[in-house]
């Protein structure tokens, strides 16, 4: 039934158990996973100032933000092995997408680029805190929007 799974990950304890839900699903479907991670250039909040007296991030900024979504992709492809060594997901594909923006936008621009059955995120992420503050949170809005199934794991 879940055959092709998007799975959004930023390295929090919330997409890491997403992770194990969507390999669990994947396993059982015989079906393939979709990684994405978004990188989010995040600039500080100062209402006061006009936009272009922001600093304008280098290229070591937005290089260490991939080398971030890097390392974080390989912890996901680190649980694929632990699993295949233990038996399972044996018949799982996947591939992995890096993507710059809003975390909600690729999410959703992902999800209409590609068929996908279901998506599987974590209910909240890394900066959760201030999401809900500022701006609601990511998976809230990504609920609002699809056109899928989504699995939240909290």
């Known amino acids: 039934m ?8 930023d390295g929090s304890d919330h997409s890491k158990l997403a ?6 699903i994947a396993d059982r479907n015989n079906g393939h996973i979709t990684v994405l991670f978004v990188i989010e250039p995040n600039y500080p909040s ?11 991030p280098d290229d070591n900024y937005y290089d260490e933000l991939r080398e971030e979504g890097n390392k974080i992709i390989e912890e996901f492809e680190v649980e694929i092995e632990k699993n295949q ?11 992995t997408l890096i993507r ?4 909600h936008i690729e999410i959703l621009e992902t999800m209409k680029e590609e068929d996908f059955d279901l998506l599987v995120m974590g ?11 500022a701006l609601g949170s990511v998976t ?11 699995m939240v794991i909290p």
């Open 85 to 95: 060594l233990g038996g399972k997901c044996q018949n799982i594909n996947f591939n």
């Open 2 to 9: 879940y055959n092709r799974i998007l799975l959004p990950i």
């Open 19 to 24: 992770t194990k839900h969507a390999i669990d």
């Open 100 to 103: 710059e923006g809003k975390p």
């Open 46 to 56: 100062l209402p006061v100032l006009p936009i272009a007296t922001l600093p304008t």
């Open 123 to 133: 209910a909240s992420g890394r900066n959760s805190t201030i999401d809900r503050l």
């Open 140 to 150: 809230e809005m990504v609920i609002r929007e699809s056109k899928i199934p989504v």
